[in-house]
């Protein structure tokens, strides 16, 4: 059995044991899970959604009349937004069924999914009303102005109430909190659609549609990306942007009477659920299971991790070499090290 098999082994058995399989109370850091929360999560969105789909059905056939890319371009920025809600509602009702069968997590990444296709979307779009923007800036068609600012006004309206709805729901899913970013974004490309029209209106300068539409681009494309590489992060099992592993590492293998710390993973389950394993070698007259009890309440405390898997074991009394054999009098655990090894004194990086 590998390192990482067994230290899950153990790190399970005393998960259960403890009940903690998401942190013990049945809400992680930052968020919350219960049953009646999660109903008015849904409400909430589904609120949010209605307000922005019918909206934007209005707005399509209004951008066609007043020939404005302007208009159009905010559309399509609300289907983003109204495809991220729905994508939202999804996960969270996949994120709350059980762990079962081959997904020991569950369906939790669901949300992870649908908040990196929703940033590919809003990447993919930006790309289409670049390219449509400059040739307007080139050879600018009519515009009714007129028809823009109204129309622009009230889609800062309809934003400000869809951002409130969003905003009273729990903001710690990345789904939600990128709808949220979303919709405020759509807010500003309606403030940004609006002066546009007032200037086409009072001067005829027709490019300020197309000008409008390029900051909206710009807009589309810091929320794609950032959708994109928080999502990535995730994908690939990188620590959370919050933790530095080395920093954590260190502070495990300071607590005595821990001799060493290696094989450290931290990683993210889903959003606001962090999740860390690790090897933590203790002094030979050290006790492993109250150095285990006091690591999981430092995890706790200062960082924030409540799902924790630690194989605590003796130290050899001669001071280890990761990777060695046992014949070598070192650790019989880990034929292979993981990553940075942390002790006490000198650390190893």
């Known amino acids: 059995m590998s390192v990482h098999d067994q230290m899950h082994d153990a790190g399970h058995t005393h998960d259960q044991g403890r009940g903690h399989g998401h942190d013990g109370h049945g809400h992680g850091p930052g968020g919350h899970s219960h049953g009646v929360s999660a109903d008015a999560d849904r409400r909430w969105l589904a609120a949010a959604l209605v307000l922005i789909g019918t909206f934007m059905a209005v707005e399509v056939v209004i951008g066609v009349i007043a020939r404005s890319l302007a208009l159009i371009s905010d559309a399509a920025h609300m289907l983003t937004d109204a495809v991220s809600i729905v994508l939202a509602l999804i996960a969270m009702r996949l994120a709350a069924r059980p762990a079962r069968g081959g997904f020991t997590y569950g369906l939790k990444r669901a949300e992870i999914l649908s908040a990196q296709a929703n940033g590919l979307t809003l990447l993919l779009l930006a790309v289409w009303l670049a390219y449509e923007a400059v040739e307007r800036l080139i050879d600018p068609p009519p515009v009714a102005g007129g028809l823009v600012l109204v129309t622009a006004l009230a889609g800062i309206l309809v934003n400000i109430a869809a951002a409130w709805c969003i905003s009273r729901a729990n903001r710690s899913s990345l789904a939600v909190e990128g709808a949220y970013q979303h919709v405020l974004n759509d807010l500003f490309a309606f403030i940004g ?28 494309v810091k929320a794609g990306y950032g959708l994109v590489r928080e999502s990535g ?14 920093a954590v590492g260190d502070r495990l293998a300071g607590h005595p009477p821990v001799a060493e710390v290696h094989d450290l993973h931290i990683w993210t389950i889903t959003s606001g659920q962090a999740a860390l394993s690790a090897h ?3 002094e030979p007259a050290g006790d492993c299971h109250a150095v285990r009890r006091d690591l999981e309440r430092l995890l706790s405390k200062e960082y924030g991790i409540t799902h924790t898997t630690l194989q605590v074991d003796h130290a050899q009394e001669a001071l280890l070499t990761v ?23 000198p650390h190893d990086h």
């Open 233 to 246: 992060r995730i994908f690939l099992e990188a620590a959370p942007a919050h933790l530095d592993p080395d």
């Open 280 to 282: 933590v070698l203790v």
């Open 193 to 220: 659609t609006a002066v546009a029209g007032l200037v086409v209106l009072t001067t005829g300068f027709r490019q300020a549609d197309a000008i409008a539409t390029l900051v909206v681009v710009a807009l589309m």
């Open 323 to 345: 990777g060695r054999t046992a014949d070598d009098g070192a650790d019989p655990h880990c034929a292979e090290a993981h990553g940075p090894v942390h002790r006490q004194g």
